[in-house]
């Protein structure tokens, strides 16, 4: 039986094991998959011995995703924008790295949600790893245009600047003054404010008619981001529980060549989570 697992510190509230046992349920693969708990000093190492026991794949979670991305022999264009690694996939010598955080948030945004991004004025909130590892699938979406917003607004135009274009739009980057009077069709929160059960401190007025809210945090209600978003008039709102089943499901797809319907897992989820 073919083994994967979740590795990170910490690790036992890690949803992944459920999330891909449903969808082998669902695709008939037969595989095992578990959650392991590395020490802070000894990802390389687990990681070695998990594939010395015939492992052949992980993901990855905090505060491994930089260590993914240097053990790593080769790595996807979506790894090396986001310069981090949350899936692994091992062959022979080889590790391919993969980043499939903002692939998993442009499909729930996009086929969970039907909101397209094409053509939108796009906001993303936040400039650390989170925010960086969705540029690359936000910007081929199409959006009518990116900006990039963070706290320190030095770190939000270096950001943008990482990522210019010449054949499209380039993101453009800002502190969270600058949005005063602009208005954007979505707005997603890559900031670590929710964990600290808080929101942002924005603007008023940001959010266009019809707007949609997304915080790629997720909890049992509304996030504080989420309920200072419906203030402030945004007319859809979504956390990212979508974004986790999605971007499990791109890892499922990269190691077992199917795509899993994500949509009962999702629903399943949310349930659960709703009854606590």
């Not at 091992?90 to 053509?119: K, S, Y």
Request: hydrophobic share 50%.
């Amino acid at each position: 039986m073919d083994r994967y697992a979740v590795i990170g510190n910490p690790i036992a509230h890690s949803k992944s094991p459920a999330i891909h046992a449903a969808f082998a349920a669902q695709t008939g693969q037969c595989l095992r998959y578990k959650a392991i708990l590395a020490p802070l000093d000894g990802f390389a190492a687990c990681v070695a011995e998990f594939r010395a026991a015939g492992g052949r794949g992980m993901n990855v979670t905090v505060p491994f995703k930089l260590e993914a991305y240097a053990l790593s022999t080769r790595r996807t264009a979506r790894a090396q924008a986001a310069g981090a690694v949350n899936t692994l996939a091992f062959d022979g010598a080889e590790v391919l790295g993969d980043n499939t955080d903002g692939a998993g948030l442009v499909r729930d945004i996009q086929h969970n949600l039907a909101f397209p991004i094409a053509a939108r004025h796009v906001l993303l909130l936040g400039a650390g790893g989170a925010a960086r590892g969705a540029i690359l699938p936000l910007l081929d979406a199409a959006p009518a245009s990116l900006c990039i917003a963070n706290r320190t607004p030095a770190k939000a135009v270096e950001l943008a600047a990482a990522f210019a274009r010449e054949d499209s739009p380039s993101p453009t980057g800002c502190g969270f003054d600058a949005l005063a009077g602009r208005r954007f069709d979505v707005v997603i929160n890559a900031t670590a404010a929710s964990l600290a059960d808080q929101a942002p401190d924005l603007p008023h007025a940001l959010y266009a008619p019809g707007a949609l809210a997304y915080d790629m945090m997720y909890g049992r209600g509304d996030t504080p981001f989420l309920c200072a978003a419906r203030a402030d008039g945004a007319a859809h709102l979504a956390d990212g529980l979508g974004m986790l089943v999605e971007q499990a499901a791109e890892s499922f797809l990269l190691w077992r060549g199917v795509r899993p319907l994500t949509r009962p897992v999702l629903e399943h989820m949310r349930a659960q989570l709703a009854s606590g």
